[in-house]
């Protein structure tokens, strides 16, 4: 890869930016995203679309190289949403606990995990001030819980139950476990195979 790119964190979720550091820091050399550059609105209808509109805002802002993602849950029974309005499916500023409890409540007629099946996707956009940019995605299929479950991860995580896992949600995980098989992992760990062929 040659000398370090400084890349500026385009999220504003601190949670969801040190999810990102956990995973890139050690390869790519990532600065904060500075507290002057104001929301980004996110006002496209895909994942990817909604990650370039931060990535290309914090260019703009900054002058370097920036990394956005956008993520959300997709649910079968709820025809794929919440899907790009997952942050906001209880309203504009929704807690995590309202977004969870307007999901369950949605599923509340379905008891059966077959009839709650979902997945977690992410698309990640980095962008380079000339423009260019590397675009990488990732899911993890899984279903709803009946209640959440563990104190850890974020947004929808407590009762998200991977495909993949041992029956945990990925509140209940370690934040390695969980890294090695979300779908932001999956995206980050396709953005470095991108960065180095």
Excluded: C
């Excluded at 995973?23 to 790519?28: E, Q």
């Excluded at 599923?107 to 675009?135: H, K, N, W």
């Amino acid at each position: 890869m040659g000398e370090r790119t400084r890349i500026v964190l385009a999220s504003a979720n601190p949670k969801k930016a040190a999810e990102i550091v956990e995973i890139l820091g050690a390869h790519l050399e990532l600065v904060p995203r500075p507290p002057e550059v104001p929301e980004v609105i996110e006002d496209d209808d895909t994942f990817e679309g909604n990650s370039r509109l931060k990535a290309v805002a914090l260019v703009a802002a900054t002058g370097l190289a920036a990394v956005a993602d956008d993520s959300g849950l997709e649910v079968d029974a709820l025809d794929g949403g919440p899907g790009v309005w997952s942050a906001r499916y209880a309203g504009e500023h929704a807690t995590d606990a309202q977004n969870v409890d307007k999901l369950l409540a949605a599923l509340a007629d379905r008891p059966d995990p077959a009839d709650r099946t979902a997945r977690f996707r992410a698309v990640v956009v980095l962008r380079y001030p000339d423009g260019a940019e590397i675009v990488s995605a990732g899911h993890v299929e899984g279903h709803i819980a009946h209640a959440p479950r563990g104190p850890g991860g974020f947004g929808y995580d407590p009762v998200f139950v991977p495909a993949e896992g041992d029956g945990r949600t990925f509140g209940e995980m370690t934040q390695d476990e969980k890294h090695a098989i979300s779908h932001r992992g999956r995206a980050l760990r396709s953005l470095l195979a991108q960065l180095d062929a």
